[in-house]
């Protein structure tokens, strides 16, 4: 039997493959596991991506964008939908309804679509492994321009899983931290610098369809815990994160 295209693969994980094709993408990933693997993989990022953005793109565009040139429309659209998609998920930690500021939007959307791209990841769900903690913290200090840690989150059973260095919104470099509980529950910590805060090191809470994310800055260091867990849960483990960085060295 044939391996079937790549484009087609995908098309069999977004439920977008009809007929023969489907058929024999089917019957592919039925005898080949990694195959198989990676289709689940994809299914997974889809429904975590569409969980984060489909409630947004489904708004409609507000008139006086509708009236712009398209290409030009499309743009703003795009930015009032992030925008609005930030502000609706701005709940601070003790359950009022408040504003996120504009900063706090980029960081805590930057770590949403990060978890959402890399959690679902079987065989690389991180660039540099835990066993390799040292040179991890040590490359990604230097990539950020500060040193940084990775706060050990055992004590409420989550293992490190490694790192990886992202792009930052906007210039710059972020990290982000993995870490999986016995279960296979992963939580992954955003950070990037160059941040700026009202609201001092406060807790904020944001959820959307299940991710959940308690994001804070300390100094000009912006930090987001997410992870598809009940508040309560998600707070002890921001609480251990936040009591971890801040230990004395």
């Given at each position: 039997m044939k391996r079937p295209a790549d484009e087609n693969l995908h098309a069999l994980a977004d439920g977008r493959l009809e007929g023969e094709a489907r058929r024999e993408a089917e019957a592919w990933i039925a005898q080949n596991p990694d195959d198989a693997e990676r289709v689940a993989q994809w299914r997974q990022q889809g429904r975590a991506l569409h969980a984060l953005f489909d409630p947004v793109r489904e708004e409609s565009m507000p008139a006086r964008l509708a009236a712009l040139p398209r290409p030009a429309a499309w743009r703003a659209a795009a930015a009032v939908a992030w925008v609005a998609l930030g502000l609706g998920m701005g709940y601070a930690a003790r359950g009022l309804i408040t504003p996120a500021p504009q900063p706090e939007l980029v960081l805590l959307r930057s770590a949403a679509v990060a978890h959402a791209a890399y959690v679902?990841?079987?065989?690389?769900?991180?660039?540099?492994?835990?066993?390799?903690?040292?040179?991890?913290?040590?490359?990604?200090?230097?990539?950020?321009?500060?040193?940084?840690?990775?706060?050990?989150?055992?004590?409420?059973?989550?293992?490190?899983?490694?790192?990886?260095?992202?792009?930052?919104?906007?210039?710059?470099?972020?990290?982000?931290?993995?870490?999986?509980?016995?279960?296979?529950?992963?939580?992954?910590?955003?950070?990037?610098?160059?941040?700026?805060?009202?609201?001092?090191?406060?807790?904020?809470?944001?959820?959307?369809?299940?991710?959940?994310?308690?994001?804070?800055?300390?100094?000009?260091?912006?930090?987001?815990?997410?992870?598809?867990?009940?508040?309560?849960?998600?707070?002890?483990?921001?609480?251990?994160?936040?009591?971890?960085?801040?230990?004395?060295?």
């Open positions: 679902p990841e079987v065989r690389h769900p991180v660039e540099v492994a835990a066993d390799q903690e040292a040179h991890l913290v040590a490359w990604l200090s230097k990539r950020l321009g500060t040193p940084i840690r990775a706060p050990h989150l055992g004590a409420a059973g989550y293992a490190l899983l490694g790192g990886r260095l992202l792009p930052a919104e906007g210039g710059g470099n972020a990290a982000q931290f993995m870490y999986q509980s016995a279960t296979g529950q992963r939580v992954t910590l955003y950070l990037r610098t160059g941040e700026k805060s009202n609201t001092g090191t406060a807790f904020r809470y944001a959820q959307q369809d299940g991710l959940a994310v308690f994001y804070w800055v300390e100094g000009d260091t912006g930090y987001a815990l997410s992870g598809q867990l009940e508040r309560e849960q998600l707070l002890q483990l921001a609480t251990l994160a936040y009591r971890e960085l801040n230990a004395a060295h």
